[in-house]
């Protein structure tokens, strides 16, 4: 496997602290019908990600762990196009009811929103 591709631990937000410092300091906010999405500058050369899927939302943790697997995926292949931030995305939405993970990133190449489509083929 190409390195580049790989998703290292120091790429995800796992303490608790870590995700408080990205809710205190909220430099970046975008939401829509199935996510918010978080996030605030880091002092770092790469960006992180935290995935946040409720119980309450989706009550079937194989649900939630693929719904965490998928984003993962997507943030894995598409690192380059985010900035040098640590990111929380929060799921509001069960999968099944909306057919495909749908959310928008801000792009470094034309500091513009990127619509990202995440299809569910199960």
């Not at 591709?5 to 970046?28: A, D, G, H, I, S």
């Not at 690192?79 to 990133?105: A, E, P, T």
């Amino acid at each position: 496997m190409i390195k580049k591709y790989k998703f290292l631990k120091k790429q995800k937000l796992l303490l608790n602290k870590q995700f408080n410092l990205v809710f205190n300091k909220l430099e970046y906010f975008s939401f829509d019908k199935q996510f918010i999405i978080i996030g605030c500058i880091n002092n770092l050369n790469y960006s992180r990600i935290g995935i946040i899927v409720p119980k309450k939302n989706i009550k079937k943790s194989f649900q939630r762990n693929k719904i965490k697997r998928l984003i993962r995926e997507y943030f894995r292949l598409n690192r380059s196009k985010f900035f040098f931030m640590d990111y929380i995305i929060l799921v509001k939405v069960h999968l099944s009811k909306i057919g495909k993970i749908n959310f928008k990133i801000r792009s470094i190449n034309n500091n513009q929103h990127d619509n990202v489509i995440i299809k569910d083929n199960s």
